[in-house]
């Protein structure tokens, strides 16, 4: 019987310390790739942006009963909310309510 407890001992000690190194070895894998710099292209002029969307030509919205200061403000808070750029807001009109 004491044969059977050392051997199970035996075989937990060295089943924790195969996880402990497992463990470790992650730990030390993830320090490492922390500290690499990132990768950026050698010549910066190799990277360039991509080109900008087309822009539609103005269209002009028809302000019922508001200035422009105000009617500027709601465009910008609508286009905010939705995501969506401020000339890309097929507006045809603002009403005050």
């Known amino acids: ?14 089943g924790l310390l195969v996880v402990f190194g497992a463990l470790t070895l992650f730990y030390l894998t993830i320090v490492l790739l922390g500290k690499l710099p990132d990768r950026k292209p ?7 942006p991509a080109a900008p969307a087309p822009v539609a030509a103005p269209a002009t919205v028809e ?5 422009e200061p105000t009617a500027a403000m ?7 909310k939705t995501g969506v ?7 045809l009109s603002i009403k005050k309510v």
């Open 1 to 14: 019987m004491d044969k059977n407890i050392v051997a199970a001992l035996e075989l937990t000690l060295w």
């Open 74 to 80: 709601v465009i910008a808070i609508v286009a905010e």
């Open 42 to 48: 050698k010549n910066a002029d190799d990277h360039q």
């Open 63 to 67: 302000l019922i009963g508001l200035d």
């Open 85 to 91: 750029s401020p000339d890309q807001l097929p507006l």
